[in-house]
């Protein structure tokens, strides 16, 4: 699942980035609204909910909104805002946005909105995601295989590993490349290192063969990585 969080404020930024994360959500966080608008134009399917602090650089919150909804975009948006006078509350509403939290607000109570609003939207996550034996569960993020009588167990994963399953189980048999691998997993994270991509497939991998899925994910020499539904 992955947010398009906007928040000019550097600690409450990284504040929220960090809680997203540890819920297993898959972060871009700008601080311009302006910018927030070509990440939305450039592909807003890729969101599974927007976050957007009222005011902002360049393109506020509230535009963002009006903008989203002009466009016909069910993309759900929680506001992050500091006024709370009524007339602000519907202000906000009238433009499209699906809740709002008032600042300062609790993390725990960030997260059950964000849940309400992707429970509430059309566009939400499927709970589960499923390639033959896999399942991928998004309520306990874990991976389960489904062979009757054989293998009860449910695999553990990591935000990261989880992330990347998730990404091949939603596009069996393609090869995907490094760099949409990183595009997807790791942008606008500012500490990445192109190596981590290498490494973050051998955990998964191993993991996965501990349970028999020994070639689930291909390496395609020169063009990326495949995930073989035959194989799962
Ligand atoms: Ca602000």
Redesign the pocket.
């Known amino acids: 699942m992955r947010v398009l969080l906007v928040?000019?404020?550097p600690d409450l930024g990284r504040a929220l980035e960090r809680t997203l994360k540890r819920e297993k959500y898959v972060v871009d966080w700008v601080m311009d609204g302006t910018q927030a608008w070509q990440f939305l134009e450039n592909d807003w399917t890729q969101y599974t909910v927007a976050i957007f602090?009222?005011?902002?650089?360049g393109t506020s919150?509230l535009e963002l909104c009006r903008r989203l909804r002009a466009a016909q975009n069910p993309l759900p948006v929680l506001m992050?805002t500091?006024k709370d006078r009524m007339e602000d509350r519907v202000m906000g509403l009238d433009a499209g946005a699906d809740d709002y939290l008032i600042k300062p607000f609790g993390m725990a109570e960030l997260l059950a909105r964000l849940r309400a609003l992707q429970r509430r939207s059309p566009h939400m996550q499927p709970p589960q995601l499923q390639v033959g034996s896999l399942i991928l569960d998004y309520s306990t993020s874990t991976v389960s295989i489904s062979i009757p009588g054989k293998y009860p167990e449910s695999i553990l994963l990591t935000a990261k590993e989880f992330q990347l399953l998730e990404y091949f189980m939603q596009h069996p048999n393609q090869i995907l490349s490094r760099d949409q691998i990183i595009s997807r997993i790791w942008q606008a994270e500012a500490d990445f290192n192109s190596n981590v991509v290498a490494a973050q497939m051998r955990l998964l991998r191993r993991k996965l063969a501990e349970y028999g899925y020994n070639n689930l994910i291909e390496t395609v020499y020169g063009m990326g990585y495949r995930l073989n539904p035959h194989e799962a």
């Open positions: 928040e000019d404020e602090d009222w005011l902002l650089p919150g992050l500091a």
